[in-house]
């Protein structure tokens, strides 16, 4: 996915020639939602709802313009439920209010569809000006009494005074859904958080170990071996002056790089374990499968290290006269003062999660990147927001959001908790045991992340299709 990138025709260059940027798939973006069509013409409108800035001071009468989106289609009137798609690091789109599993749970309990946007992503902006002292509102505990504001709104309106409440999320939307009904039980009769990071961590090894065992069941040990060859070689590349010219033009780097500096071979590392990070997140059953095929042709390159460039280039369409901007002073600036959803992101993990995809230790075939480290990520923390946005620091704020929800061990009831075993993030949730009773875990097969938020595709297994079922079963017993 291609988050952002920027044209920056610094040097001489031709007019079409781009050069492109990346950014860590730290930042989940469900703005669109992936291979989901809309054949449906139901009517989504837009609407804006006043809200405090600060819902921990009442001293503090600051507001912003929260933004929602809502469909009624299905509403059935009084005493029929709400439901409430969970807005995470994105902006809020339509197209979730017109598929996927929610809206079929909606079709089927005759409820009203809302979709919540978080405060400092798309249009909700407390501020214009995303200075790290204009940040400091930005935290799941006030997007969650948000969550809890617009649900008192809502329910204040006689149309909606018998109404119980569903919650639906994804990613940290997920975790939104499972520590609001763990924070406000007496607000929402239940929720379905899909594929939830839970525990914060900062030095997230587990991430790119469970890319690796992607691949490795899907593709099999002959995938595994030329990857790891392909990594091995451009590292060795790395060597000599010959060998770093075959690697830029490999890669298909727009300059030179600076093989002195650590953090300029992070970000090198980054374009390589991303990229096979995002392959994997966003898969669906077959998908890897077809890249090792081409991995095991000559579809991306004759030699290993070729095919690591080529797959890049492939996987991120990459056009024939375009580069990747490989400069890490310009992935620093890519983070600072602007008002991106990126920007937030990365803010959010530097004071609440981490959630830093590090080089594995176990012999993945990323264990080789060990530029991708906690000093290499927590760096755009410092210099990007604040100097004391430093390695404690960072530490310290993930403590802080385990101890407040509760890490691993959320209590709560009436809350389904999905789980796809390919998805990287299922490392952080919880996925070998159910919440409790009343709340059960399905962990999934050769799924990824956020897999039953969609619509039924053909690729779907049965036992993709059989979780989406289930949590809709519940949902359905939660509203007798
Ligand atoms: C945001 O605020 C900072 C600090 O006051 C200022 O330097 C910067 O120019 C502002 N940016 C915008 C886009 O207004
Ligand atoms: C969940 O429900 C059970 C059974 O009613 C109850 O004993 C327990 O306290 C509930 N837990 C929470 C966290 O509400």
């Not at 807005?87 to 409820?111: F, S, T």
């Not at 504001?149 to 639906?168: D, G």
């Not at 760096?379 to 385990?402: G, H, I, L, T, W």
């Amino acid at each position: 996915m291609i988050l952002f990138y920027t044209i920056l025709c610094l040097i001489p260059c031709t007019w079409a020639m781009e050069r492109r940027m990346i950014e860590p798939p730290i930042r989940v973006d469900l703005s669109s939602p992936g291979d989901v069509q809309f054949f449906s013409t139901s009517d989504v409108k837009t609407s804006w709802i006043t809200m405090p800035i600060d819902h921990f001071d009442p001293q503090n009468k600051d507001t912003y313009q929260m933004r929602f989106m809502f469909n009624d289609e299905f509403f059935g009137g009084d005493g029929y439920p709400i439901f409430i798609l969970v807005g995470g690091e994105w902006d809020i789109v339509e197209g979730w209010l017109r598929a996927g599993n929610m809206y079929e749970a909606a079709r089927e309990n005759k409820g009203y569809q809302f979709y919540t946007e978080h405060r400092y992503y798309g249009e909700s902006l407390p501020y214009q000006n995303f200075t790290t002292q204009n940040l400091r509102f930005l935290n799941v505990d006030q997007a969650l009494a948000d969550l809890a504001y617009f649900i008192s709104e809502m329910k204040s309106h006689p149309r909606f005074a018998n109404s119980k409440v569903v919650l639906y999320g994804g990613s940290y939307a997920a975790n939104m859904v499972i520590w609001f009904k763990q924070k406000y039980p007496h607000l929402v009769v239940g929720g379905v958080g899909s594929s939830g990071p839970i525990l914060a961590k900062v030095d997230f090894t587990g991430y790119l170990e469970v890319v690796h065992q992607a691949f490795l069941s899907e593709g099999g040990e002959q995938c595994i071996a030329t990857i790891r060859q392909g990594i091995a070689d451009t590292i060795a590349a790395m060597n000599t002056e010959a060998g770093r010219r075959e690697l830029e033009r490999n890669l298909r780097l727009c300059a030179p790089l600076d093989y002195n500096n650590e953090y300029e071979l992070g970000f090198l590392s980054g374009l390589i374990s991303w990229t096979f990070s995002t392959s994997v997140q966003q898969a669906r059953p077959g998908s890897l499968r077809t890249i090792c095929d081409n991995f095991a042709t000559e579809a991306y390159g004759t030699n290993p290290m070729e095919k690591i460039g080529g797959y890049i280039a492939t996987i991120r369409n990459l056009g024939e006269d375009d580069c990747w901007n490989i400069n890490y002073e310009n992935y620093i600036e890519g983070y600072r003062n602007r008002n991106t959803n990126s920007r937030a992101w990365y803010y959010q993990t530097c004071t609440e999660y981490g959630y830093y995809q590090t080089a594995p230790r176990i012999g993945t075939v990323f264990d080789q990147l060990r530029w991708l480290s906690v000093a290499f990520y927590v760096d755009v923390c410092k210099q990007a927001y604040d100097p004391s946005f430093d390695e404690a620091f960072v530490y310290a704020a993930a403590d802080r959001v385990n101890r407040v929800y509760g890490g691993l061990e959320p209590k709560v009831n009436n809350t389904v908790n999905i789980h796809g075993i390919i998805d990287p993030w299922h490392a952080l949730g919880v996925y070998e045991e159910d919440l409790s009773e009343t709340s059960p875990t399905y962990t999934v097969p050769r799924a990824s992340h956020c897999f039953d938020m969609q619509r039924w595709l053909r690729t779907d297994t049965i036992r993709m299709t059989n979780a989406q079922q289930a949590a809709r079963r519940l949902i359905a017993s939660w509203l007798k």
